[in-house]
């Protein structure tokens, strides 16, 4: 068995505090999760992609690099990729560089998203998708 964390980088305020990060304390704040999970023996950490609020996770190649950088075995997860939002030749460079960067870590997980939001800000349908 094996065990994997997942985020999609909610960006809410704390459900007991009611206080709110700024985004780049919250972004920080899954780098330190992600640390952890390696440290207490986590086999991975996956950061999904979501362009619409309350997520603040659209851009999980610069996420998991920023994980990469500060651990050294967990591995790293796409929770998903939404590969017909993105020009397939910078995803691939993209995570080649994540892959290359993190020692070979990275596992890509490819998905077609939820629909809905992709649909308004990305003009994609469902057909396209």
Known sequence: MKFLLITLITHVPDPVSGTRLSPAERLRDVVDKAVLAEELGFDGFAVGERHKDPFIS?????VLSNIAAHTSKISLFTGVTTLSLLDPVRAF??????????????ELIIGKGNGAAQAQLFHVTAEDQ
């Open 58 to 62: 659209s851009s999980p190649p610069v």
């Open 93 to 106: 460079e993209d995570y080649s560089t994540l892959d290359n960067l993190s020692g070979g870590r990275l």
